[in-house]
T-cell receptor, first 113, second 118 residues
Framework: AQSVTQLDSQVPVFEEAPVELRCNYS??????LFWYVQYPNQGLQLLLK??????LVKGINGFEAEFNKSQTSFHLRKPSVHISDTAEYFC???????????FGDGTTLTVKP | GAVVSQHPSRVICKSGTSVKIECRSL??????MFWYRQFPKKSLMLMAT?????????EQGVEKDKFLINHASLTLSTLTVTSAHPEDSSFYIC??????????????FGPGTRLTVL
């Protein structure tokens, strides 16, 4: 069994400030890790993923995340946010053998001018 | 590449009717597709895993006779909500897993279908 906990349900931040969205997971097996972004009434778009290798992963739109195995975390960061980054962000883990993903409850990022 | 479409994007139906939602992988073949349900301000709940040419695997608590899934080809899976009721109103999202070795563990999501049952 696997689970995902997104530690912050809402994160308000001012434009051009840095942001970190926190994600912790638990699993009895090795997993793949993902961050997705969802804009209102749309599907999910992949921001970045960790499958193996370097623990620092860079994604689209200036986002990056660091896999920390000892702390079972995969926090998402961006050094300077834009108004357009306002959206719902989901952290997910995937069992490599089964392929299906388990999602966190989401974090609403609101970027204010 | 790796585009997934859903049709319709929005549907309103009367209670008791059935609604079919299509999920297509437009530029790749998908042996596996997943169907999720998302409630307002909530995360995605996996409903079932759909494998081409075989019966879908439903998650615990999901009524397979109510949510019929068919994966007839490598590019098309359908979800039929039978005898829909207002509590079935939700945002339904599908995803597809590519056969490409380099992106095998990545899911590509459709844009979602908003179902409203009156």
């Amino acid at each position: 069994a696997q689970s995902v906990t997104q530690l912050d349900s809402q994160v308000p931040v001012f434009e051009e400030a840095p942001v970190e969205l926190r994600c912790n997971y638990s699993s009895s097996v090795s997993v793949y890790l993902f961050w997705y972004v969802q804009y209102p009434n749309q599907g999910l778009q992949l921001l970045l993923k960790y499958l193996s290798g370097s623990t620092l992963v860079k994604g689209i739109n200036g986002f990056e995340a660091e896999f920390n195995k000892s702390q079972t975390s995969f926090h998402l960061r961006k050094p300077s946010v834009h108004i357009s980054d306002t959206a719902e962000y989901f952290c997910a883990v995937s069992d490599p053998s089964a392929g299906k993903s388990t999602f966190g409850d989401g974090t609403t990022l609101t970027v204010k001018p | 590449g790796a585009v997934v479409s859903q049709h319709p994007s929005r549907v309103i139906c009367k209670s008791g009717t059935s609604v079919k939602i299509e999920c297509r992988s437009l530029d790749f073949q998908a042996t596996t597709m997943f169907w999720y349900r998302q409630f307002p301000k909530k995360s995605l709940m996996l409903m079932a895993t759909s494998n081409e040419g075989s019966k879908a695997t439903y998650e615990q608590g999901v009524e397979k006779d109510k949510f019929l899934i068919n994966h007839a080809s490598l590019t098309l899976s359908t979800l039929t909500v039978t005898s829909a009721h207002p509590e079935d109103s939700s945002f339904y999202i599908c995803s597809a897993r590519t056969m490409m070795a380099t992106r095998y563990n990545e899911q590509f999501f459709g844009p979602g279908t908003r179902l409203t049952v009156l």
